[in-house]
């Protein structure tokens, strides 16, 4: 999927927050789904609109990931397909 959408894009709009964000949280995001599937994520317990669910990354105090990256996935264990 990656390379379906490098250099395609110069930004990308989520319905959160200020509305525009880098191009690169496509790549991050494509990168936690990897992670998810290889179960090497934080699984943070949460609940994103009245549903439960884990939290790829944890945030630190401040909203900043651990490790630096931007864009974040709430998903459901039982859902994920291999």
């Not at 990168?31 to 699984?43: E, F, Q, R, S």
Request: charged share 25%; with cysteine; proline share 7%.
């Amino acid at each position: 999927m990656e390379a379906k959408v490098a250099g395609r894009y110069d930004g990308v709009y989520v319905s959160y927050g200020p509305g525009d964000s880098p191009k690169e949280l496509v790549a991050g995001a494509i990168d936690l789904c990897g992670k998810i599937k290889a179960a090497t994520v934080d699984n943070a317990p949460c609940e994103s609109r009245g549903r439960k669910g884990l939290l790829a990354m944890a945030y630190l105090p401040g909203g900043m990931r651990p490790d630096g990256g931007i864009g974040n996935i709430v998903y459901d264990p039982d859902r994920i397909c291999e």
